[in-house]
Every structure is written in structure tokens, then in C-alpha cells.
């Protein structure tokens, strides 16, 4: 991305971005030569001519002035995004240091692209520190983005009120908020970069997903696979073919979801990476447990790939759940108690079919306690796991919890 520099670059694109013609700016206080002399920096403007201009361009005349702030700027842009960026289960108290470098510069903060980031990285440091006032400073960052045409910033910052609303959860609403700043964004912008828009499609199927509307969300999964081949573009492509092989296992869909695995692992290979190969490990072992019951050989893979499965981060959780399902199968249900016990669901983790996974392992809980006859905590598990299960979508982890609870209660 091409930043603004001088003050007649900074006059220049603010003229082109509201359509003006040199003529338009110079109106009668100045001539178009000596404009283009000033966009071109071959003559400084009185501050009587700048203000003149400032308020032909409806800005202030400190948004043409800002150049003395853009280091000092840009320097805290570094230090709050590397913050910012820190690995979940890492954060300590980033998200205050974020919005203690920020807050002294506020007041100093323009319309130009440099104070727009600082806005949306503090208004997402007080999101996450529950400060509802986040919205204020995320709006201002949109509308800066909006103005200078910035448009996978904008977009950015249209995903995260989206998914602001799915970490309540409220699903319905995360996605009603998601088609509006889609629609926005669409119907305003002719281009849209292709990262930005396979963004939207990875975002709205995920939330499509979310609300149980399946079909919707494969097209759209569906349609965002496509446009990459087409783009050859390989952004979230991982995290597409994740997508699109769980949904393909939970349809039943044997040929789709093998063909997905496959993609992942042939990705796996190409970036030289194997967290999207130790995916496919856990499809291939969750696909035995809770679909074809095949525990034994659940266990031996489990047993082959634990090591590298517990070393990914945010992986262990479906390790000791996956681990504890087979361990129930072979029938050894102490030690399937003592691993679905240490599930420890990441605070992060909201979408439906994660979750759904996890609560057809209190199922497994549930009847592990039956096996060795505690019938007490057999019927309070399942008596959870329904209870956590019954509000969300339909899915076969739905009906076996169902199951589990009809039989157990």
C-alpha cells in the first residue's frame, strides 16, 4: 500500500478520492496551476490557501498537516500490532499495554491511514478488556478506511463486528452482521482484492454453518475454493478444505471428505508445515470414534500421533477427547474417565460443531460412568451434555448425545 508522504500527495489524493477535478478545488480563491504546482510540491501554499483548500476538501486543516506525526505514529502501530498478535493462550495483559501506548496519541489522531490502524487496534484492546466503548473507535477506523478506499482493512474491521457478535454467542445476529457489511462493502466498492473476498466467503460460510444452514454455507465454502483456483491464490485455503471436510463428514459424504483430506495433506506438503497434515490425523481418528466406531484402531492412532497432535497448539483438548471415546470403546472406562476429564474446552473455541464435538465427549463421560455403574454421575453427564447440546444445530453429534441422554436419564 502506497501511504501519503507530502502535503500536496495528501491534497492530491483527497481531491481524487471525492472526484474533483483541479478546476473543482481551485474554485475562485485560487488557479488550477498554482494547485498542480502545490500538488506537486514545486510551491507551498499561505495557510490562508490551505485553509481555503482544507475546506473545499471538507477536511480539517490538520488532516493536510500531518506529517510531523506519521513516524511517531507508525512506531506505535509496530508496538501494538506485534501485541496485539500474540498467541492466544500466550496473552497476559497485551490487550491493556495496547491501549496504554495508544490512549496519549489519541487526541493527535487525523483521517489518514496511520491513525485509522491505531483506532481499530484499540478499539479491539478495549473489546477484549469488555470495554463496550470499542465500537466508538471502531466505527471511526471504518469510516477513515472507508474514505481512503482501503477496502481489506475496511472489510476487517466489518468481520470483526461480525464475529464480536458470534463470541456471545449470538449467531443469528453475528451473521445478520456479516451479510449488512458484506452488502455495504459490495454494493460501494467495484473491486474487491481476491483475499478480501475469500475473507467474506470463509467468514459468512462459518457463520452460515453456525445458524444450521448447511447448504447455504457449503455454496459459499464451496464458492470461495473455487475463486481461489481460479486467483491462484492460496490465502485460508486450509482452512477452507478443514471446513469443507468436517462438513463433508458430518453429511456422510465419504468421497468429498477423503478428497479434502487429501488436499490438506498434499498443502501440508507444499508449505512444508504439518499442522494442516496433523488436521487430517485428527479427522482421520474423530472419523473412527464417532462415525465408524472403530476404537481399536482409534486407539493405535491416537497412540501413533499423540506426540505430535498434543505438540500443535490448541490441539490437546481433542487429543484427551478423542482419546477418552476410543478408551471407552475397548472398554477401558477408568482411564476413559480420567482423559475426557482433562478436556479443558479453550475459552476461544464458540463455533457450534466445535463445541458439539466436545459435548458428545460428555456423552462419552456419561456413559463411561454407567459402564463402571455410577448411574449418579452417569445421569448428571448426560444430563449436561444435553443441556449444552440441545440449543445448537441438528448434527449427528446431536443425535447421539440425544441418544446417550434418553438412555441414561
Known amino acids: 500500500m502506497c501511504l501519503i508522504e507530502t502535503l500536496g500527495e495528501r491534497i492530491r489524493i483527497l481531491r481524487k478520492q471525492r472526484k474533483m477535478t483541479l478546476e473543482a478545488l481551485a474554485g475562485d480563491q485560487l488557479t488550477k496551476g498554482m494547485l498542480s504546482l502545490i500538488e506537486n510540491n514545486k510551491a507551498n501554499p499561505s495557510m490562508d490557501s490551505l485553509s481555503y483548500i482544507a475546506s473545499r476538501l471538507e477536511v ?16 506505535i502501530i509496530e508496538k501494538a500490532d506485534a501485541l496485539y498478535h500474540v498467541p492466544y493462550d500466550e ?22 491511514y496511520e491513525s485509522a490502524r491505531l483506532l481499530d487496534l484499540y478499539g479491539r484492546a478495549l473489546y477484549f478488556e469488555d470495554d463496550e466503548s470499542w465500537h466508538t473507535y471502531t466505527d471511526r477506523a471504518a469510516n477513515i478506511f472507508e474514505d481512503l478506499h482501503i477496502i481489506y482493512r475496511r472489510a476487517a474491521v466489518g468481520i470483526f463486528r461480525a464475529m464480536a ?30 483475499m478480501t473476498r475469500i475473507d467474506l466467503d470463509y467468514h459468512e ?30 490465502y485460508k485455503v486450509d482452512h477452507l478444505y478443514r471446513l469443507a471436510a468436517i ?25 512444508d508445515d504439518e499442522e494442516p497434515l496433523d488436521f487430517t490425523r485428527f479427522l482421520d481418528i ?45 472398554g477401558r472406562y477408568e482411564e476413559a474417565i480420567e482423559s475426557l476429564l482433562q478436556v479443558n474446552v479453550m475459552k476461544y473455541i464458540k463455533h457450534p460443531i466445535d463445541l ?26 448426560a444430563q449436561r451434555a444435553w443441556d449444552h447440546i440441545s440449543v445448537l444445530p441438528d448434527s449427528p453429534y446431536k443425535k447421539s448425545v440425544h441418544q446417550t441422554y434418553e438412555q441414561l436419564t
Not at 490538520?62 to 510531523?68: D, I
Not at 496473552?91 to 489518514?112: A, D, F, G, R
Not at 451479510?179 to 459490495?186: D, H, T
Request: charged share 25%.
Open 286 to 330: 474423530h472419523r473412527l470414534t464417532s462415525y465408524c466406531h472403530d476404537y481399536e484402531q482409534a486407539l493405535r492412532l491416537m497412540e501413533k500421533y499423540s506426540a505430535s497432535l498434543h505438540a500443535e497448539d490448541g490441539f490437546s483438548p481433542y487429543v484427551y477427547l478423542e482419546t477418552g471415546k476410543a478408551l471407552y470403546g475397548v
Open 205 to 234: 460460510a462459518v457463520l452460515h454453518f453456525a445458524v444450521g444452514d448447511s447448504e447455504t454455507a457449503t455454496k459459499v465454502m464451496e464458492q470461495a475454493i473455487n475463486y481461489s483456483k481460479e486467483q491462484q491464490v492460496f
Open 91 to 112: 496473552v497476559t495483559n497485551e490487550h491493556k499495554q495496547i491501549i496504554n501506548l495508544i490512549e496519549p496519541v489519541l487526541p493527535k489522531l487525523t483521517k489518514n
Open 356 to 381: 458439539s464435538l466436545f459435548y458428545e465427549g460428555e456423552a462419552y463421560l456419561a456413559k463411561s460412568y454407567a459402564a463402571i455403574g455410577d448411574s449418579e454421575k452417569a445421569k448428571e453427564w
Open 60 to 75: 480539517d486543516v490538520a488532516v493536510l498537516l500531518e506529517e510531523g506525526n506519521v513516524e511517531e505514529l507508525r512506531s
Open 165 to 194: 457478535k458470534f463470541a456471545l454467542p449470538d449467531y443469528t445476529g453475528a451473521l445478520a452482521t456479516m451479510l449488512e457489511e458484506r452488502n455495504f462493502i459490495e454494493s460501494t466498492h467495484a473491486y474487491i482484492e481476491p
Open 247 to 271: 462438513q463433508a463428514l458430518m453429511s456422510y459424504d465419504e468421497k468429498k471428505m477423503e478428497d479434502y483430506r487429501n488436499k490438506l495433506i498434499h498443502y501440508s506438503k507444499f508449505i
